[in-house]
């Protein structure tokens, strides 16, 4: 039972986290068409902007696992949510200026892609913790 309460806060939280993730990564897609309408892209800019993110989540999968284990991913997960949470918001402002908005698109991907990598590591350091060290 002590397991349980001890780890259904960070499961629950972590869980908060994927959901958040999932749906910022989807809004977009649902985002762009009135965003396209508006300024007037072409199919290729869509696939540029929608493309974007990825180019900054592929790149710090496997950085965001190491700098967890570096700096603890209580730490790091919580900079990076504010961090994503930040430039998405940025993202409706940046909407007129096509470059901008990649570029914005990029950096919430490179934050995004600290999150699952972040996840992975404290669950693995909480469940590893309390097996080795019970209350």
């Known amino acids: 039972m002590r397991l349980w309460r001890r780890h259904f806060p ?3 939280l972590c869980g908060v986290v994927v959901a958040i993730s999932y749906i910022d990564r989807s809004v977009i897609s649902i985002a762009i068409i009135p965003m396209c309408d508006e300024i007037g892209c072409t199919p ?3 696939g540029n902007i929608l493309g974007a993110f990825y180019y900054g989540y592929i790149s710090t999968q496997i950085i965001g ?3 967890a284990r570096i700096w603890g991913p209580h730490k790091l997960l919580s900079t990076v949510v504010l961090a994503w949470s930040c430039f998405t918001a940025l993202t409706a402002t940046c909407a007129s200026y ?3 908005l990649i570029l914005v698109r990029i950096v919430v991907g490179l934050a995004e892609g600290f999150g699952h990598p972040c996840i992975m590591t404290l669950i693995r350091c909480s469940c590893l ?3 080795i060290i019970p209350s």
């Open 65 to 67: 696992g190491i700098t």
């Open 10 to 12: 960070i499961a629950f």
């Open 129 to 131: 913790l309390s097996f």
């Open 98 to 100: 096509l470059w901008l």
């Open 44 to 46: 290729t800019n869509k």
